[in-house]
């Protein structure tokens, strides 16, 4: 939309500077006409200039969309690390009254949300807090509200975003992880 917009304005200026251009000289000089003739040129580059790059723009953006329609799992607006069976984090829920707190196995993981392997038995309200712990990281104080629950897992909603760098510490610690394994 930005790009739109910074195109319409410089239609509009080059538009106006070709009006001056071609009106009647009256009261213009010679000097106030080649200011106009240069107002148009300079706006006439800078509009052919930032189309041709607003174009190319859309153009990446849909090959980039393509290319992400086979990846339904992360067709989000952020990227979700998904954790094989080792090496997963653990989610320590706030103790209860009774003072359990139970241990829960991250599944995946994103900056706005995170999806819990939960046991069967285990109650989980419609909001939770407790303490992310990723290798690596200083354990993380969470609270989110949970969008979806399953048969053996419940989607939450972070109610503060995981800060990017966790994120990419993460990846690149996962990355790390998965190429020992081999």
């Known amino acids: 939309m930005p790009g739109r917009m910074i195109i319409f304005g410089l239609l509009l ?35 052919v200039f930032v189309a041709t790059e607003e174009l190319r723009f859309r153009r990446k953006q849909a090959q980039l969309n393509r290319l992400g329609t086979g990846d339904l799992a992360n067709r989000r607006e952020t990227y979700r690390i998904g954790y094989p069976e080792t090496g997963r984090p653990r989610f320590l829920l706030a103790a209860d009254p009774a003072g359990s707190a139970p241990v829960l196995e991250v599944l995946d993981l994103s900056e706005e949300g995170l999806r819990l392997g939960v046991p069967e038995g285990t109650a989980l309200g419609p909001a939770v807090a407790g303490r992310l712990e990723l290798p690596g990281q ?16 419940a989607a939450v909603h972070l109610r503060r975003p995981v800060p990017s760098p966790i994120i990419v510490a993460e990846q690149l610690r996962l990355k790390a992880h998965l190429r020992a394994s081999r």
Not at 138 to 153: C, F, H, K, M, T
């Open 13 to 47: 200026l080059f538009a106006l500077s070709v009006i001056q251009v071609f009106r009647p000289l009256g009261d213009a000089t010679a000097t106030g006409r080649a200011f106009a003739v240069a107002a148009a040129g300079f706006f006439g580059i800078a509009l």
């Open 138 to 153: 200083l354990p993380l104080e969470v609270q989110g509200r949970v969008v979806r629950r399953g048969a053996e897992d």
